[in-house]
C-alpha cells in the first residue's frame, strides 16, 4: 500500500509546523481523503476515519472558542487520541498552548497555513491523489505528441527511442525513455512519469545516453503526462494480420484502465515519427466525434446503394457495346 510521511506532506504544502518537537519518523498518510472534524469535536466518535488528516477550518475554530477551556481542552483530546496522522489549521489560526501540550503527550503533529479551508483541502486532495495512486512500472517510452499521451511498447531494440528522438526533433515533448512509472488517477485515467534517476534521458544503441533537456532545451520535456494512447512496435511478419480500416478499436488494459492500443508492424524504411503523429491527430479526431474509417465505410455504402438504384434502361444508354 501507497503511503507518504506527514513531514513529506507537510514540506510539499508548505506547511507550518507548531510542534517541532514531535516525532514525526513514523507517521504516514494512507487517505487521499481528507476530514473536518464536526460530530467528532462534540465526542460522536462512531465511523470516525482515523486515518486522515484533520483540518481545522474557520467554523471549527469559531466554535471551539466559544467552549470553556477545559471543554475545548477535551475536544482536542478525544480527537488527538484516535491515532490520527496530523491536525491542520487553515486561515492562519495558531494553537494555543494547551493544545500544543496535548500534541506532545499524543505525538500527533500540529501544522498550519494561512490558505482559506477549501483552497487547502483542493490541494491537499489532488497532491495525495496523485502519490497515493495504484501504480506500476513499466518498460517503454512516452512522449506528447500534439497534446496527446503517446505510450510506445515493443520489444527492447525495436526502435521506441528512435521514434521518440524524432519525434522531439519535430517539436514534440518527451515525458519518460526506458521506465514509465503509471499511476492511476481517481478519475480512472493514467498519469505516466518517469523516474528521478532517468529523468530527461534517452538511450540511444551505439550512441549512448544523451540528455534530450540539454540537447533541445526545456520546450523538449515534460514532467508527467496523461496517457490517452497505445502504440505496439512489432516485427512485420509476412502472414500477419494487421487492421487496415479501424472500424473496431482494439484495447489493451493498465492498472484496470481499458486504452486505445494500436499495434505497428515495423519494416525498414518506415517513418515512426509521422506514423505516431498520425495516430495522434487521429485519436484527437475521434474524440471530437470525427472517425475516418466510418466516413469512408459510409461513402461506400451510399455509392453502392447509388449504383444499385439505377434503372436497367439508363444503364443500357450508358454502356451501348452490351
Avoid at 120 to 131: K, P, T, W
Avoid at 220 to 231: F, G, S, W
Wanted: glycine residues 8%.
Amino acid at each position: 500500500m501507497q503511503k507518504v510521511s506527514v513531514e513529506h506532506f507537510a514540506q510539499v504544502m508548505e506547511l507550518t509546523c507548531y510542534t517541532p518537537d514531535v516525532d514525526m519518523a513514523d507517521r504516514y498518510i494512507s487517505t487521499s481523503d481528507v476530514n473536518r472534524p464536526g460530530l467528532e469535536l462534540v465526542g460522536y466518535m462512531d465511523y470516525f476515519a482515523k486515518e486522515r488528516i484533520q483540518v481545522i477550518g474557520k467554523v471549527e475554530t469559531a466554535y471551539l472558542e466559544e467552549l470553556p477551556e477545559d471543554t475545548r481542552r477535551e475536544s482536542y483530546k478525544l480527537l488527538m487520541d484516535q491515532g490520527i496522522p496530523c491536525v491542520v489549521l487553515c486561515r492562519g489560526f495558531k494553537p494555543d498552548e494547551d493544545v500544543i501540550e496535548l500534541a506532545h503527550q499524543t505525538g500527533v503533529p500540529i501544522f498550519g497555513t494561512e490558505l482559506a479551508t477549501s483552497n487547502f483541502l483542493s490541494q491537499a486532495i489532488y497532491y495525495l491523489s496523485g502519490e497515493l495512486a495504484p501504480r506500476v512500472s513499466i518498460h517503454g517510452v512516452l512522449v506528447d505528441v500534439y497534446g496527446e499521451g503517446i505510450l510506445l511498447l515493443g520489444e527492447s531494440g525495436i526502435g521506441k527511442s528512435e521514434a521518440a528522438l524524432e519525434l522531439v526533433k519535430r517539436g514534440h515533448r518527451l515525458v519518460t525513455d526506458d521506465v514509465v512509472e503509471i499511476h492511476k488517477m481517481g478519475n480512472g485515467s493514467l498519469m505516466g512519469s518517469s523516474p528521478e534517476i532517468t529523468q530527461y534521458f534517452i538511450e540511444l544503441r551505439g550512441i549512448g545516453v544523451i540528455d534530450v533537456k540539454t540537447l533541445f532545451g526545456v520546450e523538449a520535456v515534460k514532467e508527467r503526462q496523461t496517457i490517452d494512447l497505445v502504440i505496439k512496435l512489432e516485427a512485420w511478419k509476412k502472414d500477419g494480420v494487421y487492421n487496415r480500416l479501424g472500424l473496431e478499436e482494439e484495447y489493451t488494459e493498465i492498472l484496470g484502465t481499458r486504452i486505445v492500443c494500436h499495434s505497428i508492424p515495423i519494416r525498414p524504411g518506415r517513418n515512426l515519427a509521422v506514423i505516431c503523429e498520425a495516430a495522434a491527430v487521429n485519436h484527437r479526431q475521434k474524440k471530437m466525434g470525427y472517425n475516418a474509417a466510418e466516413a469512408l465505410y459510409k461513402r461506400v455504402q451510399k455509392n453502392l446503394k447509388e449504383d444499385d438504384e439505377i434503372p436497367e434502361d439508363t444503364a443500357d444508354m450508358e454502356n451501348p457495346e452490351e
